[in-house]
T-cell receptor
């Protein structure tokens, strides 16, 4: 079956760097995605890695190692507004292009 | 439209009643997805529509749940004989298929409370 594992909680202070890891089990890998969800809000798309390596978008970067079935989201220069839940996701084995999401990592940024 | 629109934003219903949740996707997005998110939990896949093809219902938790998509656009998720365990936020998303580098665009969800 498919599964994604990520830590349930991470805490950090403003200005710091935090890494949220995600390991996955799936067949027919089509890429690893990351989404951010603020409390009470809709999930929003952050990044997508189809190939090994690091993708950078401003303060956020995402990394993928297909051989290790592993990826991470790196958040730099943390701000209070980065406090949110972060979900990694892979394409479903069964349902076309539907994504299967991890249970999410709650990031708390303090001053 | 500019984004994915869901209605109602909140719905309180009595156990045993039927409910209909509506999703209006982004124009031009051929794929539409329904997910359920219970309090503090991840997103549980329910059903997926791609263009005019038959929907993939592999995530529906029971035969009380059904969905349709009319004209390749608006979708309705129907829950019959609601139970308290159906209480959750129901999220709709749309995408170009496959989502790839553009990802999903989610609506703000419908918070369903079954009392």
């Amino acid at each position: 079956g498919q599964s994604l594992e990520q830590p349930s909680e991470v805490t950090a202070v403003e200005g710091a760097i935090v890494q949220i890891n995600c390991t996955y089990q799936t067949s027919g890998f089509y890429g690893l995605s990351w989404y951010q969800q603020h409390d009470g809000g809709a999930p929003t798309f952050l990044s997508y890695n189809a190939l090994d390596g690091l993708e950078e978008t401003g303060r956020f970067s995402s990394f993928l190692s297909r051989s290790d079935s592993y990826g991470y989201l790196l958040l730099q220069e943390l701000q209070m507004k980065d406090s949110a839940s972060y979900f990694c996701a892979v394409r479903s084995n069964q349902a076309g292009t539907a994504l299967i999401f991890g249970k999410g990592t709650t990031l708390s940024v303090s001053s | 439209g500019a984004g994915v629109s869901q209605s109602p934003s909140n719905k309180v219903t009595e156990k045993g009643k039927d409910v209909e949740l509506r999703c209006d996707p982004i124009s031009g997005h051929t794929a539409l997805y329904w997910y359920r998110q219970s309090l503090g939990q991840g997103l549980e896949f329910l059903i997926y529509f791609q263009g005019n093809s038959a929907p993939d219902k592999s995530g529906l938790p029971s035969d009380r749940f059904s969905a349709e998509r009319t004209g390749g656009s608006v979708s309705t998720l129907t829950i019959q004989r609601t139970q308290q365990e159906d209480s959750a936020v129901y999220l709709c998303a749309s995408s170009l298929a496959p989502p790839g580098r553009d990802g999903y665009t989610f609506g703000s969800g419908t918070r369903l409370t079954v009392v």
